[in-house]
């Protein structure tokens, strides 16, 4: 046991946490919420050396919320039992499988809580950032690809000024609701900033991403606003980059997620400067419009050049 020192049971402990700066006790190492739901449950445990495991997990959680006395008592009980002599089986308490059940629960709840965005529900930037970097592990040669559009409201900034921010935050509010309706599984939606967000789609192929994507945008543009209130339309314009998979087998190196996003962009400016509600997409290296905005006479080129 690596978290327990000799000098523990020698101080005391009320002068030890007098200040967050000196915590109650040593700290044992913060664990993934992963990590400690994959600890044995205490039913299982039949000798002190797991009982003396449960107090430094349920010790981790409360120092990791700043409650240093409760760690502190949960690593006093840890040192009794791994100084106690003798293995014979023990009871484990019923108060104390509820309260690590009761803390694994509020940690997960907490965890979730951090990766959701307050207004929308939907998952946020720290979330969208995480998923990008790991989707490229979980992905092999033979998925189709990985689709990352960015999605912004036309003339959001009107909505806001001719009905107040708080049917803006209703408006904003039904949109993710729309975003996220009959994505593909493993597709999300996250809050960008602002009124934009993102629709990440792996395992799709190009048509496929396209075909989303104007699907998506046509459901906003058709959805009954005036529900909320009258006059009020809203539509959305989206640039999507698609990035295949086998991208490193055919000689360049796979795209990383900050350039996908980039590009993503880029094809966000053409669609809004095409004339907005709309989807662009790139095929061949040369922009495009998808579904009813195809027959626009003018189609601008992308912002960002240099992506292919």
Request: glycine share 6%.
């Amino acid at each position: 046991m690596t978290v327990l020192q000799p000098d523990i049971g020698e101080s005391d402990p009320v002068r030890r946490e007098a200040t967050a700066e000196s915590p109650a006790a040593p700290v044992p190492p913060r664990e993934s919420a992963e990590a400690m739901t994959t600890r044995r449950h205490p039913d299982e445990l039949t000798d002190s050396s797991g009982l003396v495991r449960l107090h430094e997990s349920i010790a981790a959680l409360l120092a990791s919320r700043g409650q240093w006395r409760q760690a502190y008592h949960h690593l006093r009980s840890a040192l009794d039992l791994a100084s106690a002599k003798g293995s014979e089986p023990i009871h484990v308490p019923e108060q104390l499988r509820r309260e690590v059940d009761r803390l694994r629960k509020e940690h997960a709840e907490v965890q979730e809580q951090s990766l959701r965005d307050s207004l929308t529900s939907s998952y946020n930037r720290r979330y969208l950032d995480q998923r990008l970097l790991a989707l490229p592990g979980e992905m092999d040669e033979r998925s189709a690809g990985l689709a990352v559009a960015l999605v912004d409201l036309d003339w959001f900034k009107q909505v806001n000024d001719t009905y107040g921010h708080l049917l803006g935050d209703r408006v904003l509010q039904r949109v993710v609701e729309l975003l996220q309706e009959g994505l593909p599984a493993g597709a999300f939606c996250a809050r960008y900033g602002g009124e934009e967000f993102v629709l990440v789609l792996p395992d799709v192929d190009a048509a496929t991403a396209v075909a989303v994507c104007e699907t998506t945008r046509a459901r906003i543009e058709r959805h009954a606003w005036q529900q909320l209130v009258v006059g009020l339309r809203v539509t959305v314009s989206i640039g999507l980059a698609h990035e295949q998979r086998v991208a490193q087998a055919a000689g360049r190196l796979p795209t990383s997620h900050e350039e996908q996003l980039l590009r993503a962009d880029s094809l966000l400016y053409t669609a809004k400067q095409s004339g907005r509600n709309a989807v662009a997409y790139q095929e061949d290296g040369v922009a495009h419009l998808a579904g009813a905005a195809a027959g626009r006479r003018t189609v601008v080129a992308p912002r960002v050049v240099g992506y292919y």
